[in-house]
């Protein structure tokens, strides 16, 4: 875990130290001390697990902005789902604000302006990951950023402990771990608002389509192992045409082979950073997830996180 702790009682060094870590830590930012710098202090803590970067985050009384011009010179598109372990916080954004206290969680995208104001003394533990990962309708999930959510009840009472909890466990020499655990928030977190969503839902919506959605996800998990597993398959499994189903999955932003091919590789990422399958070759792990050519598995391996398989492997198992 990478630790910088920042403390200046006479000039603003320590404040611009800080404003520049959570930039670097995050995305790039305009932070404010929103009183004097004298005797302002921070610190940010860090670490990876898999493709979800978890941070806790502390300072005295301070506000920090993602602006359009900011957002035009570097859009990773991503989510920062923040827990509110002291003090207090207002999360705006599209008009709405989420006021949180200790316990308290919300969700706000980097790909548009938001600003939060921190309570003096607050620290808050936040997960930044891809809104990929999040298999929720875009525009649906766009109505639930800084939107509170309670961390004592529902599936934010299974959250905000584990959020609170994994730094604590985390153990670096066993990546395999933190990519699981990374996996859990993500899992947890789009089940919340899976959650919200649903008891928002008209029945004549495009959202009707959850049932088959929610089948059909559960279908291609089950089968991610056959290479046979296609858009014409699945279908056919749920008695819809192509077409239909392709419509359906449209209310996703995402299509059915989209869906079969980013769960494989999924699985694949899993398996090369887990040291029970270090015997396994890259071939024979691409083949067990649906990729029986491995110069095409290792092709779209890269393409997907940036290294090709056996340069992931090597880097995750080594720590």
Not at 133 to 157: E, F, K, Y
Not at 252 to 280: A, F, K, N, W
Request: proline content about 5%; overall charge neutral.
């Amino acid at each position: 875990m990478a630790t910088t702790a920042l403390q200046d009682g006479r000039d603003e060094r320590g404040f611009e130290a800080w404003e520049d870590q959570i930039c670097h830590t995050f995305v790039p930012l305009r932070a404010r001390c929103a009183d004097d710098a004298d005797g302002f202090s921070g610190e940010v803590d860090s670490t990876m697990l898999g493709s979800v970067m978890l941070a806790e985050v502390s300072a005295s009384h301070a506000l920090v902005e993602r602006t359009p011009r900011l957002i035009r010179s570097d859009d990773p598109e991503l989510y920062k789902f923040g827990l509110q372990v002291s003090g207090t916080s207002v999360i705006e954004q599209d008009d709405r604000q989420a006021h949180l206290g200790p316990g308290d969680l919300a969700i706000y995208d980097t790909s548009r302006p938001y600003r939060i104001t921190f309570s003096d003394d607050f620290r808050m533990t936040v997960a930044m990951f891809p809104r990929s990962l999040v298999r929720l309708p875009a525009q649906r999930m766009a109505a639930m950023t800084a939107v509170r959510l309670a961390g004592d009840s529902g599936l934010g009472a299974l959250i905000a402990p584990l959020m609170k909890g994994i730094g604590a466990e985390l153990n670096a020499s066993r990546p395999v771990i933190a990519t699981h655990l990374g996996d859990a928030v993500v899992d947890l977190v789009t089940a919340a608002f899976a959650q919200q969503l649903g008891r928002a839902l008209e029945p004549d919506s495009p959202s009707s389509y959850c049932a088959l959605i929610a089948k059909v996800r559960k279908f291609v998990d089950d089968r991610l192992h056959e290479p046979s597993l296609t858009s014409k398959a699945v279908a056919d499994a749920h008695f819809v045409s192509v077409r239909y189903l392709q419509k359906v999955f449209a209310t996703e932003g995402i299509s059915v082979s989209t869906l079969i091919r980013t769960r494989r590789l999924e699985q694949c990422r899993r398996d090369l950073v887990d040291p029970t399958c270090e015997h396994l070759s890259i071939a024979q792990i691409g083949c067990r997830w649906g990729f029986p050519d491995a110069a095409h598995f290792s092709r779209l391996f890269r393409a997907t996180y940036g290294l090709s398989p056996r340069e992931f492997r090597k880097a995750s198992l080594s720590g």
